[in-house]
């Protein structure tokens, strides 16, 4: 059996408030195999945004282990952190994160900028994936040049330009309209489709509904962990 691309082992994070010990995350363990599309779900206070830093190598556990493609990002410092950060996670965010005064293709090839990819290079990854999400004819535009749903798209194609080893999108569709987060959940459909390892971090029953599994989280456990039974998208023809 392959090994899964993430594994995670009796995880906790505990704040100090004051005199008050917070339980933000109190044992978590999962795995997620490579190509699978999850979401991460809970009410606030449950974890699931204290998982999210986990998974993203933003913060480290208190205790526990988490293994990242092989790599055990538990033990690491913050450089090597950042390192996976920019080689192994592709992030998606509900604000998109744009740099305003810049192109689509100079958005896009930040990350490889970081991984000192050269300028020839760079420029044709960043092409080639913006012309992958749809905004081939659209790289030389700036941000509020562009429609809320494109801006997320160069957001997408910004974190899939490394050929990260999952993609991690919180709330990607809560700055859109429902006609545009239909779009961007059309594309997410696409890139699992392709092989990409998709993690949902939302509130959103109808957006976790989209993926093939449902983590829930409750007070800093995992409450549930289920596949989905009809995926909304599944029955789509993707062109």
């Given at each position: 059996m392959a090994q899964p691309v993430i594994q995670i082992s009796d995880?906790?994070?505990?704040?100090?408030?004051?005199?008050?010990?917070?339980?933000?995350?109190?044992?978590v363990s999962f795995d997620i195999n490579k190509?699978?599309?999850?979401a991460i779900m809970?009410?606030?206070?449950?974890?699931?945004?204290?998982?999210?830093?986990?998974?993203?190598?933003?913060?480290?556990?208190?205790?526990?282990?988490?293994i990242l493609?092989?790599?055990?990002?538990?033990?690491?410092?913050?450089a090597e952190l950042a390192e996976?950060?920019?080689?192994?996670?592709?992030?998606?965010?509900?604000?998109?994160?744009?740099?305003?005064?810049?192109?689509c293709l100079a958005n896009v090839e930040l990350p490889l900028i970081y991984a000192g990819v050269k300028s020839a290079e760079r420029k044709e990854r960043a092409q080639d994936?913006?012309?992958?999400v749809g905004l081939g004819d659209r790289v030389d535009h700036k941000p509020n040049e562009l429609s809320?749903?494109?801006?997320?798209?160069v957001a997408i194609a910004r974190a899939l330009v490394n050929n990260p080893s999952i993609l991690l999108a919180d709330e990607p569709t809560g700055n859109l309209d429902s006609k545009t987060g239909e779009e961007?959940?059309?594309?997410?459909?696409?890139?699992?489709?392709?092989?990409?390892?998709?993690?949902?971090?939302?509130?959103?029953?109808?957006?976790?509904?989209?993926?093939?599994?449902?983590?829930?989280?409750?007070?800093?456990?995992?409450?549930?962990?289920?596949?989905?039974a009809n995926p909304t998208l599944a029955n789509l023809e993707v062109v």
């Open positions: 995880l906790t994070r505990f704040y100090q408030m004051g005199d008050t010990t917070v339980k933000a995350l109190n044992g190509n699978e599309y999850i809970g009410p606030s206070g449950s974890g699931k945004s204290t998982l999210m830093n986990m998974i993203g190598c933003l913060d480290t556990p208190t205790s526990g282990e988490y493609n092989n790599n055990r990002v538990s033990e690491m410092d913050d996976v950060r920019n080689r192994e996670i592709g992030f998606v965010f509900q604000t998109f994160n744009l740099l305003p005064r810049t192109s994936v913006l012309t992958k809320g749903g494109q801006r997320q798209r961007i959940m059309m594309l997410f459909e696409e890139l699992y489709r392709l092989g990409n390892t998709i993690i949902l971090v939302t509130h959103e029953n109808e957006i976790a509904d989209h993926s093939r599994r449902i983590v829930r989280l409750r007070d800093g456990v995992i409450e549930s962990d289920t596949p989905v």
